[in-house]
């Protein structure tokens, strides 16, 4: 009797085991989308994150471990080869349909770089060519609440192509991630509406698609693109237009030096807020993406207090 009881006992554990590890796997190169991905197979399987760290998502390179683990997945999902460019070589040994690049779906708002209007010195320019690939689209789309229920929802229906056993989970799990993203937008734009007229400056030009779609002003951009270098120059006039139009917030990522922002604000009477648009400091998880968003939406309305 013991030893039945036993064996029903391991075969259970088994059978639950089994049921745990029968989603796909899938991977996901950066923290917001892998935060989308993980609300909508919870209860199925549990994605990877390939980008962990704060590193820069278009200069970082691939260890052998990630790899292999690209080499595993059921699915990809980046956001383009041009984003993480240090995925290009490995793209290129990734079968077709086991790629998503969120940049193919159709309807997306994906707005053009505005690095036109800023120029650089030239020699600046040249020794930043090496670490910053330019390209003709700022791609920094998860930042506009509508895009991602686009995303979302292209992403839940090549999850159930895949995986069809489990559909019921995945449009359960859809459902109640766009509702959540639904009142994370009404949060936001509550928390963001007294500031619309204000105008703000950023160090580099990276918030444009929370700015369109929450309908902010245009912000003074200091630099096109983080990591940019900045010129003598360029610092002077900056420096003048904030002090013209009584700008008083300045936001700034997390790879800009801080010496950077005193050399900025010397003589200007500036706020300043250090935001990180991928949140890596939030741990991976369906919770992840609100809370960047809440905390990217806090301090933009508490530097424009």
């Known amino acids: 009797m013991k030893n039945r009881l036993l064996l029903s006992f391991i075969l259970m554990i088994t059978i ?8 796909p796997s899938v991977v996901v190169s950066i923290k917001p989308i892998h935060s989308i991905v993980t609300a909508l197979m919870s209860g199925i399987a549990e994605p ?28 990809v999902i980046i ?32 707005y053009k770089s505005r690095s036109e209007n800023i ?20 791609l920094h789309l998860w930042l506009d609440i509508d895009n991602i229920k686009l995303i979302a929802k ?15 989970r995945y449009n359960n799990n859809f459902l109640e991630l766009t509702l959540d993203l639904e009142e994370l937008k009404l ?16 160090f580099a030009d990276t918030l444009q698609y929370l700015e369109k779609s929450m309908g902010l002003k245009r912000p003074i951009i200091i630099t096109p693109y983080h990591g940019a270098r900045l010129s003598i120059n360029r ?46 400091d939030y741990p991976a998880g369906p919770d992840q993406y609100f809370n960047l968003m809440k905390s990217i939406s806090s301090k933009l309305a508490s530097c424009l207090i």
């Open 16 to 23: 639950k085991s089994v049921v745990a590890q029968s989603g």
């Open 48 to 75: 990877q994150l390939l980008l962990k760290s704060s590193n820069s998502a278009h200069t970082f390179h691939l260890k052998p471990s990630q790899v292999r683990m690209l080499a595993n997945a059921d699915l």
């Open 79 to 110: 956001i383009s080869e041009d984003f993480e460019s240090g995925l290009r070589k490995a793209i290129k040994n990734i079968e077709n349909e086991s790629l998503f690049q969120i940049t193919d779906i159709n309807n997306l708002s994906i």
């Open 119 to 138: 120029h650089l010195e030239e020699h600046d320019e040249h020794e930043e060519h090496e670490e910053h690939e330019e390209t003709i689209y700022d």
């Open 154 to 168: 292209h992403i839940n229906e090549h999850l159930i192509r895949i995986d069809p056993i489990n559909q019921a």
């Open 187 to 202: 949060d936001l734009e509550k928390e963001i509406e007294p500031f619309l007229t204000k105008q703000f400056s950023v």
């Open 235 to 280: 610092t002077l006039e900056v420096k003048n237009m904030i002090n013209d139009l009584n700008v008083s917030c300045l936001l700034y990522g997390q790879e800009v030096k801080l010496n950077q922002v005193s050399v900025l604000t010397e003589g200007l009477n500036l706020k300043t807020f250090e935001i990180d648009i991928l949140g890596s």
